[in-house]
């Protein structure tokens, strides 16, 4: 091996990252281990492909290469997505924008060892190409995730669409910088291999495309039938109201003591230092760890339907969202379940003061489905009221006494109602009311 072919700043970060499996096993965090321990595995790749390709792979890329999937597996592996709301905002642009950089690099490299006639702000755009691409594809995952498995990676429409504004700008930036260390600091030899490894990379797709073109488009439109297909599929079969339950009738709660027609469906639910009833992360002990924030639904007037058909119902509640210590991740939703028909299928109004949005959601089988979103901001520790209003497939959303939008043309409302928070520390409902049609509220629940 020669000298200058062990990049030992490389395997320095290897042995960094390799180092996060071993200290979360021995904190007793497999889920943690086994990501970290799937980082390990991918930064691998660049020695696969010098396997494959019987090329060296130069000392920039590949440093780029482990640095960016150092980032990504370790702050997925220790929850920092979760702890800290702008993370994603920095390390996801940064990925693309390394992402950028090697392409840039690649092409520049190409030309220079296969002598074409290319200019370099087109080598520039396409990197910046290549890095937007990279950016949207990852949305799309995050997307599909959320869609099949609910797991709350795209917490709105703005969190997506900022994500892949900062990733434009990650991947513009990465074009400009690379382009200087590509003429002023990496060496001849290095953007020879990188020209011989641009062409080996091309070569096979090209190749496969030239023999098998029709091939591949075949199954690349077969799977895109089959996700569409699945996306329907999945949602198939929404629950019924079971029979014969009693309607819902209007009624006040003040939830200094748990309510006794209460039943709650999913998460831990207690009295609180607040006033009422709280929805408290306690699935990992007295001290929640980052990323164990998942949602609670607390059932009210168990065993009775409120249609929302011929006579509308509204709900009320005054909800408090305490804010976390910064360690312990940043979740502060709170809302209205309406329409349940079990601890996975129903709607809910909800608020979140992390993320400044109003939105409405039904949940299918337990997976999420947008419905509505507006802004409508709010903070952490203060109280504030959430209001509900169903008459039959429309539902209007209140906050403080405001109403904020209208939704109409929804399927199935009918059904239980309850509370429902999402939170890294505690969210608290110290009082309801549910009216049928057009009952005046005679309970005091302040206007803030």
Same mark, same amino acid.
């Not at 997307?143 to 994500?163: E, R």
């Not at 991947?171 to 990496?186: E, P, R």
């Given at each position: 091996m020669r000298l200058d072919a062990f990049h030992w700043e490389t395997w320095l970060l290897r042995l960094l990252l390799a180092g996060v499996p071993a200290f979360q096993l021995a904190t007793g965090n497999t889920g943690g281990a086994i990501v970290?321990?799937?980082?390990?595995?991918?930064?691998?790749?660049? @020695?696969?492909?010098?396997?494959?390709?019987?090329?060296?792979?130069?000392?920039?890329?590949?440093?780029?290469?482990?640095?960016?999937?150092?980032?990504?597996?370790?702050?997925?592996?220790? +929850?920092?997505?979760?702890?800290?709301?702008?993370?994603? +905002?920095?390390?996801?642009?940064?990925?693309?924008?390394?992402?950028?950089? @090697?392409?840039?690099?690649?092409?520049?490299?190409?030309?220079?060892?296969?002598?074409?006639?290319?200019?370099?702000?087109?080598?520039?755009?396409?990197?910046?190409?290549?890095?937007?691409?990279?950016?949207?594809?990852?949305?799309?995952?995050?997307?599909?995730?959320?869609?099949?498995?609910?797991?709350?990676?795209? +917490?709105?429409?703005?969190?997506?669409?900022?994500?892949?504004?900062?990733?434009? @700008?990650?991947?513009?930036?990465?074009?400009?910088?690379?382009?200087?260390?590509?003429?002023?600091?990496?060496?001849? =030899?290095?953007?020879?291999?990188?020209?011989?490894?641009?062409?080996?990379?091309?070569?096979?797709?090209?190749?496969?495309?030239?023999?098998?073109?029709?091939?591949?488009?075949?199954?690349?439109?077969?799977?895109?039938?089959?996700?569409?297909?699945?996306?329907?599929?999945?949602?198939?079969?929404?629950?019924?109201?079971?029979?014969?339950?009693?309607?819902?009738?209007?009624?006040?709660?003040?939830?200094?003591?748990?309510?006794?027609?209460?039943?709650?469906?999913?998460?831990?639910? =207690?009295?609180?230092?607040?006033?009422?009833?709280?929805?408290?992360?306690?699935?990992?002990?007295e001290v929640p760890k980052p990323g164990s924030d998942k949602m609670g639904l607390l059932e009210l007037a168990s065993g009775s339907v409120y249609s929302g058909g011929a006579q509308a119902f509204t709900v009320t509640t005054h909800y408090f969202e305490q804010r976390p210590s910064k360690s312990q991740g940043t979740q502060m939703d709170a809302g209205i379940a309406f329409g349940i028909r079990g601890d996975s299928d129903f709607y809910v109004l909800e608020q979140s003061a992390l993320h400044d949005i109003l939105r409405l959601d039904r949940y299918v089988h337990g997976r999420r489905r947008d419905v509505r979103e507006k802004l409508a901001r709010t903070h952490g520790n203060e109280w504030h009221v959430l209001q509900a209003r169903v008459e039959g497939d429309r539902v209007s959303a209140s906050l403080d006494g405001n109403e904020i939008f209208a939704v109409s043309s929804l399927p199935e409302t009918a059904g239980g109602i309850g509370l429902w928070a999402r939170t890294s520390a505690a969210t608290c409902f110290d009082a309801v009311q549910v009216r049928e049609g057009d009952e005046a509220f005679n309970s005091p629940i302040p206007h803030v």
């Open positions: 970290a321990g799937e980082g390990v595995v991918v930064s691998l790749l660049p @020695i696969l492909i010098e396997r494959l390709s019987h090329r060296h792979v130069p000392r920039g890329p590949e440093f780029v290469f482990v640095a960016g999937m150092t980032l990504q597996f370790a702050s997925e592996s220790t +929850k920092l997505f979760e702890v800290f709301y702008y993370w994603d +905002k920095l390390v996801h642009p940064t990925l693309v924008a390394l992402a950028a950089m @090697i392409a840039g690099w690649l092409l520049l490299g190409y030309r220079e060892a296969f002598g074409l006639r290319m200019t370099t702000h087109f080598a520039a755009a396409f990197g910046w190409l290549v890095g937007a691409t990279i950016g949207a594809f990852w949305e799309f995952v995050e997307f599909f995730n959320d869609w099949f498995g609910n797991t709350n990676l795209q +917490k709105s429409n703005g969190d997506t669409m900022t994500d892949m504004l900062s990733n434009d @700008i990650g991947a513009f930036l990465a074009t400009l910088v690379g382009c200087w260390l590509y003429f002023h600091i990496l060496g001849r =030899q290095q953007r020879g291999e990188m020209g011989q490894l641009a062409g080996w990379l091309s070569d096979g797709p090209a190749r496969l495309l030239d023999r098998h073109g029709r091939l591949v488009g075949g199954v690349l439109a077969c799977l895109v039938a089959g996700l569409v297909a699945a996306t329907q599929w999945v949602d198939r079969g929404t629950p019924a109201l079971a029979a014969d339950l009693p309607p819902g009738q209007s009624h006040d709660w003040s939830l200094a003591t748990p309510p006794a027609d209460a039943r709650v469906l999913v998460g831990t639910w =207690q009295p609180g230092d607040q006033a009422g009833m709280c929805r408290v992360d306690l699935e990992n002990g």
